[in-house]
């Protein structure tokens, strides 16, 4: 896959996820700050690092884990925001922001790692033929 990460409209979207995070946990509670505040900014910021770093890697099945793993701080997130919107931290209109966004990522994750997990399968049946010829 040419470019970098910077290049994956899911990179760039899932770090305009994270600012908008920040930006709406600024009216978190205080006493929420080393806690569900600290927890969520972390998820978010997780989402995009990981498709930077698995980007980074030399190959597609390592590509493929940080993909997996930048889903699973996505979901992480989406939970966090349904406490957050439980316990009156977050309005409607913010939470229904946040989850859109969560939505649009993950869309735009799992077309990537379909793509990316189809080039693995490939090469894994391209050896397979070089294997047996």
Not at 33 to 52: D, P
Not at 60 to 65: M, Q, R
């Amino acid at each position: 896959m040419p470019g970098t990460y910077e290049d994956l409209t899911v990179w760039q979207k899932s770090v305009a996820l994270a600012l908008l995070v920040y930006a709406i946990t600024k009216t978190f509670p205080r006493d929420e700050m080393y806690g569900l505040t600290s927890q969520v900014r972390r998820a978010s910021v997780s989402i995009a690092s990981n498709i930077a770093e698995g980007k980074g890697r030399a190959s597609d099945p390592e590509l493929l884990k940080f993909l997996s793993n930048a889903r699973g701080s996505l979901y992480e997130l989406r939970t966090q925001f349904v406490i957050a919107e439980a316990q009156g931290y977050v309005s409607i209109e913010n939470y229904k922001k946040v989850s859109a966004a969560i939505e649009e990522v993950g869309r735009l994750l799992n077309g990537l790692m379909t793509a990316v997990r189809a080039r693995v399968e490939a090469a894994a049946k391209s050896r397979t033929r070089k294997a047996n010829t």
